[in-house]
């Protein structure tokens, strides 16, 4: 059982800052691409960044110069440093993280989402 728990939403001025996290856990063999991706209201989820097992990441346009994404293999976690945000960044944010398992059959790779956290930019 593999589990991703986001944390580090909540509500900010437009122009501040906040950062996500997304601890993976459970029976993990290896972690391949993570990334974050956003739901706003009435629309598409979309892709916001990724970052793939040798740190190369890269970003949708919107958010290049604003949006940082790192992670931290030893633990698990993968972290979204937004700044400079504005009111169009207000959506529900998601982890997701290509996981591989060993299991009694072999290595199985799926597809782990988290279970979203909302970020609202309002004065």
């Known amino acids: 059982q593999v589990q991703l728990v986001e944390s580090g939403g909540g509500l900010v001025q437009p122009g501040g800052s906040l950062r996500l996290s997304c601890a993976a856990s459970?029976?993990?063999?290896?972690?391949?691409?993570m990334g974050w991706y956003r739901q706003a209201a009435g629309k598409q989820r979309e892709l916001v960044a990724t970052i793939n097992s040798g740190g190369s990441a890269d970003y949708t346009d919107s958010v290049k110069g604003r949006f940082t994404i790192s992670r931290d293999n030893a633990k698990k976690t993968v972290y979204l440093q937004m700044n400079n945000l504005k009111a169009e960044d207000t959506a529900v944010y998601y982890c997701n993280a290509g996981i591989a398992t060993k299991t009694a059959v072999g290595t199985i790779v799926g597809d782990y989402w988290g279970q979203g956290t909302q970020v609202t930019v309002s004065s």
């Open positions: 459970g029976n993990i063999f290896k972690i391949n691409t």
